[in-house]
């Protein structure tokens, strides 16, 4: 990666859906608008299907020299399995062609990170161990990030082992900010694990729609939070305090089902007092 220009950096879950964009903008165009405001960005449609690494050369192209991208892994390397009508692959093929679909960013300097978000029934066994060492031993050459979901690997029995497994293979943590809403989600874990890097990842806190997966509407619901400016606040002396143990500190905002993400990590650049180097040029708009 080439050097950090912006230590702590704040973006949103995906750059498609935000209120960020002139009437009329084409879906080609968001990015480079994108960039203008934020310094890093989570590529998150990489969940539902590995994008074409023309794909990733375009993106890496029409974004600043100092933009960062965080990169969600597909989905069935994450344990979430494979969708109807995805294609039937080994897991050496799904591996071969993530490193080919993220090399291009890899190769720019603008990969983050690799980030393995694993699913809620993803407990602490030795089983799923062994796969997060595979996971490691099979991306060794890539920064990977690893959220858990599922309570089980900070309960006090595994807490501190969990931790120590992420340090001892140069795993990224992520601490997230989200519902306690019971096994299928996690506590926020003040930890850095690997010193060059932590991701923060902020979900809301909607504790009732969290679990409720019998709702059609689910998806659009569990996301729904606007956070106050008190838990905003909440968080700033915890980031000073990473800031201490890691070199670079990536904020995302995932509260996006009613488009809060835009406005909560606004609010959370002020609050910690950043200017970022090295955006995109903006427009001004009619009367700014």
């Not at 750059?15 to 080609?28: A, E, F, V």
């Not at 996006?256 to 909560?264: E, F, M």
């Amino acid at each position: 990666m080439s050097r950090i220009v912006n230590p702590v950096q704040v973006g949103l879950c995906g750059w498609g859906d935000h209120d960020l964009y002139p009437p009329g903008t084409g879906s080609r165009e968001k990015l480079a608008i994108y960039a203008g405001y934020f310094p890093v960005v989570e590529v998150d449609s990489t969940y539902h299907a590995i994008a074409p690494k023309e794909r990733m050369e375009r993106w890496a192209e029409e974004t600043p020299e100092s933009f960062r991208f965080v990169v969600k892994a597909y989905r069935e390397l994450t344990g979430h399995g494979r969708t109807e009508r995805a294609p039937v692959r080994s897991w050496t093929q799904l591996v071969e062609e993530m490193i080919e679909s993220v090399m291009p960013m890899m190769k720019s300097g603008k990969l983050s990170m690799l980030l393995f978000q694993f699913p809620p029934w993803y407990d602490c066994s030795q089983k799923h161990v062994k796969y997060i060492r595979r996971v490691r031993e099979a991306f060794r050459d890539f920064p990977v990030a690893i959220e858990f979901r599922n309570q089980s690997w900070f309960r006090a029995e595994f807490h501190d082992k969990t931790l120590q497994f992420l340090e001892r293979e140069k795993l990224i943590h992520v601490i997230c900010d989200e519902p306690q809403a019971g096994e299928g989600s996690v506590p926020v874990v003040l930890a850095v694990t690997n010193p060059e890097q932590v991701l923060i990842r902020f979900h809301g806190r909607n504790r009732s729609g969290w679990n409720n997966t019998g709702q059609p509407n689910w998806r659009d619901v569990r996301y729904a939070y606007r956070y106050s400016d008190q838990e905003l606040e909440e968080w700033v002396g915890p980031i000073r305090e990473l800031q201490k143990k890691a070199k670079n500190i990536t904020i995302l905002f995932n509260n996006n089902s009613q488009g809060d993400a835009k406005d909560s990590a606004m609010k959370m650049i002020g609050k910690l007092g950043l200017q970022f180097e090295g955006l995109a040029p903006r427009q001004l708009a009619f009367f700014e």
